[in-house]
């Protein structure tokens, strides 16, 4: 029962809200693109969470081990999605809509957890900046991981688009 419901919402997720964008990207874009640089987006907000605090404040490297460990799995997670791009074909389903559930649902789960440690933390805590640098870091790790599993527009010549019934502007041009 509670397989089914996750399993849901993350077809809700995927179809409901990043599905609808991906098929009204412009032309030339497609939603694994997107997806591929909201996730170098990603490690370079990461970056800056490592980096920051060693320049800004003086950190000693002990104290941001953590961090810089998380920048290095970002840096080869980014490098294995990299790999992934033959695998997704206009004319076949995305094989990482399933492939990479659990990934999107537990990295959804720790935006929430951010989130609420974000801005559920005192004002006066330190590292009030840094903070939100990861959370917006994993908030656009998140919103590329679902790009990546929209499905891919068909090539136009196989598109449903007769132009000769389009419709135009509902101003047309000459007017005045």
């Known amino acids: 029962m509670k397989a089914g419901f996750v399993q849901a919402f993350d077809d809700f997720i995927l179809d409901r809200l990043f599905q609808p964008v991906a098929d009204r990207l412009p032309e030339p874009m497609t939603a694994w693109s ?67 559930r659990s990934l999107r649902l537990i990295c959804l789960g720790f935006l929430v957890y951010e989130a609420f440690s974000v801005f559920g933390a005192p004002a006066g805590q330190g590292g009030w900046l840094w903070n939100r640098i990861a959370l917006l870091s994993q908030l656009a790790f998140v919103t590329g991981l679902y790009f990546m599993a929209c499905q891919p527009r068909p090539p136009r010549s196989q598109r449903w688009v007769n132009e000769r019934t389009s419709v135009g502007p509902i101003v047309p041009d000459n007017i005045m």
């Open 34 to 100: 997107v997806g591929i640089n909201f996730q170098l987006g990603s490690v370079i907000l990461q970056a800056a969470c490592a980096l920051l605090p060693l320049l800004l404040n003086g950190a000693s490297f002990s104290e941001s081990v953590q961090t810089v460990l998380v920048l290095l799995c970002s840096v080869v997670l980014f490098a294995g999605f990299l790999r992934f791009r033959p695998l997704v074909r206009p004319e076949t389903m995305n094989p990482l809509r399933p492939m990479m």
